[in-house]
């Protein structure tokens, strides 16, 4: 079977797929996402250190970046896995808004930021420990890499005109609670990907893979069960 790539989030490290891959069957890589500021550029740069071909998938930002990949090289890449994630660019209210905040964390309001960042990307209920995994995550990326990736995010195509060529077997995961990439945005998704299957994850917000391991992992061995 091929191997299994799975990109993190903004402001996350590896760790945010640990509790996921440690419920599947190995022959899986997290790699770090690299502090550069454009999607293009990172897509190339995790392209040219990933075997020659494997299942993609991605969380939030890491989603950006595998539909960039697909964009590039789809030829390697034999399914793939969109988490709380869109198609959409930013509009320019939504562009402004990283601007501002990375402005406002460079001035030194990055550690503040943080625990206030987790609690809007999760569920209400979300356990204190999930938050905190969170906030810690974000502290080792750093607000240099932050403000790369902001930039990156912010300056991103939309791809909403790609989704009907993607020929490969594709998931879109989201939590039903998700309120930066709504289940909303998931389902646009999914009806523009010929075949795409659609899985809400329940009581999850945006990071779905720290809140919800279990469910994840389940949805995504049944997405690669039939193409393994």
Not at 148 to 156: C, D, F, S, T, Y
Not at 205 to 222: D, F
């Amino acid at each position: 079977m091929v191997p299994l790539v799975l990109l993190p989030g903004l402001l996350c490290t590896p760790a945010v797929w640990s509790d996921v891959t440690d419920l599947l069957d190995g022959n899986t890589l997290v790699p770090e996402i690299p502090a550069l500021d454009d999607i293009g550029d990172i897509a190339a740069r995790l392209l040219a250190d990933l075997p020659e071909r494997f299942a993609l998938g991605g969380l939030s930002m890491g989603g950006y970046i595998a539909l960039a990949m697909m964009a590039r090289a789809p030829e390697r890449i034999s399914a793939l896995a969109l988490v709380d994630t869109s198609a959409r660019a930013d509009t320019e209210a939504q562009a402004e808004q990283r601007r501002d905040g990375v402005a406002r964390a460079q001035a030194g309001g990055f550690s503040a930021m943080l625990p206030k960042l987790a609690s809007f990307l999760l569920h209400p209920r979300a356990d204190p420990a999930v938050q905190a995994r969170v906030v810690a995550m974000g502290a080792a990326i750093g607000v240099d890499t932050f403000a790369r990736h902001q930039a990156a995010i912010a300056g991103r195509p939309d791809r909403r005109a790609m989704l009907a060529g993607i020929g490969c077997p594709a998931t879109v995961l989201v939590g039903d609670a998700d309120r930066l990439t709504t289940p909303d945005l998931a389902r646009e998704m999914v009806e523009a990907i010929p075949g795409a299957v659609l899985e809400i994850i329940a009581d999850a917000g945006h990071v779905t893979p720290l809140e919800r391991p279990g469910p994840v992992a389940a949805a995504l061995r049944r997405w690669r069960q039939p193409h393994r």
